[in-house]
């Protein structure tokens, strides 16, 4: 049990952080009609970290191959954003666009050029894992 929350802790963390902000009012920068980059390059990164931490949780077990975990992590990621969109439509002061959603779904995305870097620290922090408690 406590390898399984050491391996998606982050990625339901990061989920929970991200509806809290989203349950709040916009800030007043935001509340404009224009499209605004620092906006947009927020939600990529935001959901590309978050990409990474579902990354880690599928493959931290080792019983699914590298190509399904990233698509099973771009998905997941993708179809949070897609929630988030929905959930912002029913908050005060906040609105939902598709944009923000594609600036997500492109976060995710990133995973796939990224994977090499990706896998190479989720080996590492798996070894430091298992220098820590020994199986």
């Known amino acids: 049990m406590s390898q399984r929350l050491w391996a998606w802790g982050p990625a339901i963390a990061l989920m929970a952080f991200i509806f809290y902000i989203s349950s709040r009012p916009a800030p007043e920068f935001l509340s404009t009609d224009k499209i605004d980059f620092e906006d947009k390059l927020a939600h990529v990164l935001a959901y590309w970290v978050l990409g990474i931490l ?10 699914v191959s590298l190509r399904v975990g990233l698509a099973g992590a771009a998905l997941i990621s993708a179809l949070y954003g897609a929630s988030d969109e929905i959930h912002q439509y029913f908050v005060p002061e906040r609105s939902s666009e598709f944009l923000d959603w594609a600036a997500d779904a492109i976060g995710a995305a990133l995973l796939f050029p990224t994977h090499k870097l990706l896998m190479w620290l989720i080996h590492f922090e798996k070894k430091l894992w298992r220098r820590r408690r020994p199986d």
């Open 54 to 63: 579902c990354l880690r949780g599928i493959l931290w077990n080792g019983k």
